[in-house]
């Protein structure tokens, strides 16, 4: 719901364990905001907090989020908009989805342009349901509320946990053997 803070040139948000940030390239990077409700002019009206991300100082920046654990999740909708209000023309929002399979799967979601000025719902495909390990948000611009997201899977333990609990069994059962008469 992005009720938190992200500084002027905040480049990092984090809330409910999902970690926002903006994948800065070389040169000068762009920034994210928090935008509260109603209280700029020219921006999108909403009735609650908003994160908004203008492309501005560098044409390769995007925004990019996934859950601070590692776990894979779902994307269910979003409420979108072009955070310049009154909106002048339709901004095509790509979501780009990265598989814990390793393949990859994108939303496309346009805001109507035609002088709008609030966000809309969108509604993720069957494919964003599950599975995700992080999703790049690519457009120039957008304001985002009320991202829904679920299917929390927890991580697949790696290698080093498997042994450290294979060592930690083996070990107490030395000891309970060794404490047998």
């Known amino acids: 719901v992005f009720s938190g803070h992200v500084d002027p040139h905040g480049t990092n948000y984090y809330e409910l364990g999902m970690w926002f940030h903006v994948a800065v390239q070389p040169g ?4 994210m ?13 909403n009735s609650t907090p908003y994160l ?3 492309q501005q100082l560098n044409p390769n920046d995007y925004v990019a989020f996934s859950l601070t654990n590692g776990s894979t999740f779902g994307l269910t909708s979003v409420q979108l908009a072009d955070p ?7 901004v095509p929002i790509s979501f ?7 393949s990859t799967v994108t939303n496309i979601f346009i805001t109507p342009g035609n002088n709008a000025n609030s966000l809309l719902n969108y509604t993720f495909t069957s494919a964003f349901a ?8 690519l457009s120039t611009r957008w304001a985002m509320d009320n991202l829904v997201f679920g299917n929390v899977a927890a991580p697949e333990p790696g290698i080093e946990s498997l042994i450290a609990v294979g060592l930690l069994a083996f070990a107490a059962r030395k000891i309970r053997n060794h404490r047998l008469p």
């Open 96 to 102: 780009v989805g990265f598989l814990e399979s390793g």
């Open 52 to 54: 908004d991300f203008f």
């Open 28 to 31: 000068d990077y762009d920034s």
């Open 130 to 137: 599950s599975g995700l390990t992080s999703v790049d948000i």
């Open 84 to 90: 310049n209000s009154p909106s002048p023309s339709p």
């Open 33 to 45: 905001g928090i935008i509260q409700p109603n209280t700029v002019n020219n921006l999108a009206t």
